[in-house]
């Protein structure tokens, strides 16, 4: 039986479980019960190295595969509950739109599966193609497109229902490096308007000043779940750079100071101590894991 969801709360998974194999070939678990919780109006980053269970996760939510085991609530409904499932907007890893379509044609396309009226379809796209920065090659076939191009049409597409929630399968995988910021720009435009979004993401750096909340999944297990604040309580750091021929009887790491805390207020003891034997303060710097750090 599905619990009640919060008000609050966009996706709610209990034990998620995926085995695949058959009665005479190995079993091979992908997701070993994950409990995973995204509220209303935040981006959440999915985050993991390759073969983790992610988009195993992600088509879960979409039903696009059935999971071995599975509770939970989607947009405050079951999982697979249709009605939710239109509310919702997808971006697939390894999606194939026909290259013979145009940019706009593509949007169209899911514009009307999603049940919009041709008028509707008209402004939307319009609209969409302008935002993800493509509406000069609207009219052009898809396969003159780059990967990157290609991966701004799927934004648009899967924005084409107007959708409270945003499921964003590797995103950036596919971009360059020019091409990226401009979906991290439209990702950030998607949450400014008050949709939630869940990023599925191998790419730590392009997630870590993105999202609002990470979980960290690893061998189909989720390993750690929190904000960066949450995920780095502990590991934060100060250092006060002295130069090294006035830090006489001091042990210093590359010229640096350690002071272990959170709270800039515990420095000034450490300054004056500095000051007071004649050392030289020629900075001070503050340390934060990275995401990448966590997760290594």
């Known amino acids: ?16 479980a995926k085995t695949y194999g058959g009665r005479f070939g ?12 995204v509220k209303r109006g935040e981006v959440f980053g999915l985050i993991g190295p390759n073969g983790a269970g992610k988009s195993t996760l992600v088509k879960i ?36 739109f026909p290259g013979y379509l145009t940019g706009a044609q593509v949007i169209d396309f899911f514009g009307a599966m999603a049940g919009l009226s041709r008028r509707e379809r008209k402004q939307r796209s319009g609209a969409l193609l302008d935002l993800v920065g493509m509406t000069a090659w609207s009219r052009r076939r898809l396969r003159s497109y780059s990967k ?21 399968d590797e995103p950036t995988a ?5 091409g990226r910021p401009q979906i991290r720009q439209n990702i950030e435009q998607i949450r400014d308007e008050g949709r939630t979004v869940l990023i599925n993401s191998h790419i730590l ?24 604040d949450e995920l780095t309580e502990g590991q934060r750091r100060y250092y006060i750079a002295v130069r090294p021929e006035s830090a006489q009887g001091i042990e210093l790491d590359n010229g640096t100071v ?27 710097r503050s340390f934060r894991p990275t995401l990448e750090d966590i997760f290594m």
Do not use: W
């Not at 596919?174 to 020019?178: C, H, I, S, T, Y």
């Open 258 to 284: 350690h002071v272990d805390t959170e709270d800039p207020n515990e420095l000034q003891p450490h300054i004056d101590r500095l000051s007071a034997r004649g050392d030289v303060n020629t900075g001070i």
């Open 26 to 37: 190995k079993k091979t678990p992908a997701l070993r019960g994950v409990n995973m919780n």
């Open 174 to 178: 596919r971009d360059d490096p020019v």
């Open 61 to 96: 939510l979409m039903t696009v595969i059935r999971p071995s085991t599975c509770t939970g609530s989607l947009l405050g409904s079951p999982i697979g509950h249709k009605p939710a499932l239109a509310r919702v907007g997808y971006l697939p890893e390894h999606h194939a």
């Open 205 to 228: 750096s392009e997630l870590e000043h993105l999202c609002d909340r990470f979980g960290l999944l690893v061998k189909g297990v989720m390993a750690n779940a929190g904000t960066m």
């Open 148 to 168: 990157g191009m290609r991966q701004r049409i799927g934004i648009a597409q899967a924005l084409i229902n107007d959708p409270e929630l945003v499921l964003l």
């Open 1 to 16: 039986m599905t619990p009640p969801a919060s008000s609050d709360t966009a996706i709610e998974l209990i034990d998620v």
